[in-house]
């Protein structure tokens, strides 16, 4: 079992930045990837972006350039850098947790932490 608890979320103006961080329960290397996926009212929730365990990383077009996602091993924990904040990226954050157990692939949800960009 993975548990994993984001944090970081609030509001913040059009232009700026915020960090989210993602806390494993486990270590993080253990996880095939693990990602930050959004969904905002009346919207399905989409990926953001992702990373597997050896660092390959993946974005949605609407986020390129301007959020980065990374990982720190010894700390387990993911975060997503976002600058240029934009109205449209307001939204719940939701970290992902992707591990392939006994051939199976398992998802693991956090609670979600709430991102607002408005003036």
Known sequence: ????????????????????????????????????????????????ADITSVGTTNYVDSVKGRFTISRDNAKNTVYLQMNKLKPEDTAVYYCNAKRVVLGSWNDYWGQGTQVTVSS
Do not use: D, H
């Open 1 to 48: 079992q993975v548990q994993v608890v984001e944090s970081g979320g609030g509001l913040v103006q059009p232009g700026g930045s915020l960090r989210l961080s993602c806390a494993a329960s486990v270590r993080i290397f253990s996880i095939n990837t693990m990602g930050w996926y959004r969904q905002s009212p009346g919207k399905q929730r989409e990926l953001v």
